[in-house]
């Protein structure tokens, strides 16, 4: 549990590094990580194991996660899972676009980083994260 954890928070300081020295180069790195993770980690799940959404949700650290988790997502965890990976591609494409829509993809990732924070406490480690959009906005 641990690793998942520090991997995270070493993520976090990392791009909260290179925003301050080279904030374009965090805004293409976040794009890109949004990217990844929605077509390599809940592509994954989405194809792979689905039902993993709603086990995952079961554990979460909010009371309404889990409503959510057993009385909503598991009634079609797919379209679940296809809805998050069309939030993070769009996300990630809006970070690498240029312009206002920049800004729209900043707030959306900060908006996902700190939605995702109650379901777990490795997720929490990911809030971290969220400090690299909102100083590049």
Not at 1 to 27: D, E, H, Q, W, Y
């Amino acid at each position: 549990m641990f690793g998942p954890i520090v991997t995270g928070i070493l993520l976090s300081l990392v791009m909260i590094c290179i925003s301050l020295k080279k904030p374009n180069t965090a805004r293409i790195v976040l794009g890109i990580f949004f990217l990844v993770m929605a077509i390599g980690v809940n592509g994954a799940f989405t194809l792979f194991n689905p039902q993993s959404y709603v086990e995952y949700g079961q554990g979460a650290l909010l009371f309404i996660y889990r409503e959510l988790s057993t009385k909503i997502i598991a009634l079609n965890p797919v379209l679940f899972g296809l809805l998050l990976i069309f939030y993070e591609i769009t996300i990630g494409l809006l970070i690498l676009h240029k312009g206002k829509l920049v800004k729209v993809g900043l707030i959306g990732s900060i908006f996902f980083l700190l939605a995702i924070s109650p379901v777990s406490l490795i997720q929490i480690s990911w809030l971290g994260l969220a400090i690299t959009p909102a100083y590049l906005l």
